[in-house]
């Protein structure tokens, strides 16, 4: 995630007055540099105030960032291609990431991929990320969505976890860290590593509305770099311990940076 904190930093004007931007993602590993860049006043230093924002779904994520409510998003780069393909909105990909660290867990009672027959399985979205990892993972064992199970669209990590340990009915779902370790305490098992099953796979990344990226891609000849001692603090022992914090928690408060997840604008009007 170097490259998440480059972008930031470059977006920014040192000389001018803090921009303000606000960053959506889901909650997992995958968010915690921007959580430990926050607490730790990386993104102050590069002249940004940040505001960290959870979303409980992809749908969310998507309408929000065509909303304009923030500015970028940070979720499998899958969404990115959904907006364009399906809602047709001008969207670029700036950064990737990782491959998801995604496992496709299932209930205690499943022993083979073929036991899966007949079945409801949890996605967030049906059509984009991990719904696809968890489609090709079955396609390639020649089971097919509708004819062979169904999925059920429950929404983020977090919430097809709670799925499966409140139902058994709810056989599988490609979950990451760290809820594939509560999966597993809870008794739910492992039937692989998504890139183990299907490969290489480019999930995590940052994407923005093409008009925002384009307005704000000029910067000054002399802008700051990353500090390179803060980014490779987050790899020291204090670091780790600062970054466990922060994620059990969900929120940072130093510096006056708020990580919580909130309901987005467009839901607050249809709740009116």
């Known amino acids: 995630m170097l490259r998440y904190f480059l972008l930031l930093a470059v977006l920014a004007d040192p000389a001018a007055a803090q921009t ?3 960053v959506k993602m889901f909650p997992g590993a995958q968010a ?8 730790q006043g990386m993104f102050a230093r ?9 979303t409980v779904n ?5 309408s929000g960032l065509a909303a304009g409510e923030f500015e970028i998003a940070q979720a499998a780069v899958d969404n990115a291609v959904a907006m364009v393909e399906l809602a047709k909105e001008d969207v670029i990909i700036v950064t990737g990431g990782d491959s998801s660290m995604n496992e496709f867990i299932v209930q205690p009672d499943i022993r083979a991929f073929a036991d899966l027959k007949g079945h409801t399985l949890l996605v967030d979205a049906p059509n984009t990320a991990y719904a696809l990892q968890l489609k090709k ?3 390639n064992h020649g089971m097919r969505e509708g004819s062979d199970y169904k999925i059920l669209p429950i929404g983020g990590t977090g919430l097809r976890l709670r799925g499966m340990k409140e139902n058994k009915d709810y056989k599988a779902a490609m979950l990451n860290v760290p809820f594939v370790l509560d999966a597993k305490a809870a008794g739910l098992k492992s039937m692989g590593r ?6 290489p796979y480019q999930a995590n990344g ?6 925002w990226g384009e307005a704000n891609r000029a910067t000054p000849a002399r ?4 500090d390179p001692r803060s980014v490779g603090d987050q790899a020291a022992p204090r670091g780790r311990r600062r970054n466990a914090a922060a994620h059990a928690g969900a929120a940072v408060r130093p510096g006056g940076v708020r990580a919580r997840r909130r309901r987005s604008q467009s839901e607050r009007r249809r709740a009116q």
């Open 223 to 226: 802008r700051r770099q990353a």
């Open 20 to 22: 303000s931007l606000k």
């Open 206 to 211: 940052t994407f923005v509305l093409r008009r």
């Open 137 to 139: 993972v079955l396609l």
């Open 194 to 199: 998504a890139i183990d099953l299907i490969g």
């Open 32 to 39: 915690l540099p921007a959580l430990s860049a926050a607490s």
């Open 46 to 54: 590069h002249g940004l105030k940040v505001e960290v924002l959870f």
């Open 58 to 62: 992809s749908d969310e994520q998507r």
